[in-house]
């Protein structure tokens, strides 16, 4: 069974950074793609960013310039560089993966990102 584990999340001001780490129980390169989705009160989970195996990466608009996507294959580790933090990303952070071999979907147990204004 593939586990993902998050780490990072924490209280923040407005403007300050975060990063946030997924460590994966086995290699990456069994996973199509990876991503980083959130989900605030009230809100549907929404994707925030992912990367392909190949390295290609995908933004949401809200975060383009803000927010780093990034992978350590030697650590099975995806991080997300979070820069100029805003009260409205405040939400639980999950992490994602997508089996290259089966239709399988895989999440973290999600970490707590909290902006004050």
């Known amino acids: 069974q593939v586990q993902l584990v998050e780490s990072g999340g924490g209280l923040v001001q407005a403007g300050g950074s975060l990063r946030l780490s997924c460590a994966a129980s086995?290699?990456?390169?069994?996973?199509?793609?990876m991503g980083w989705y959130r989900q605030a009160p009230g809100k549907q989970r929404e994707l925030v960013a992912r990367?392909?195996?190949?390295?290609?990466?995908n933004y949401a608009d809200f975060v383009k310039g803000r927010f780093t996507i990034s992978r350590d294959d030697a650590k099975n580790t995806m991080y997300l560089q979070m820069n100029s933090l805003k009260p409205e990303d405040t939400a639980v952070y999950y992490c994602n993966a997508k089996s290259r071999f089966s239709t399988d979907d895989y999440w973290g147990q999600g970490t707590q990102v909290t902006v004050s204004s």
């Open positions: 990367v392909s195996t190949l390295g290609t990466t």
């Open positions: 086995q290699t990456i390169f069994s996973f199509a793609a």
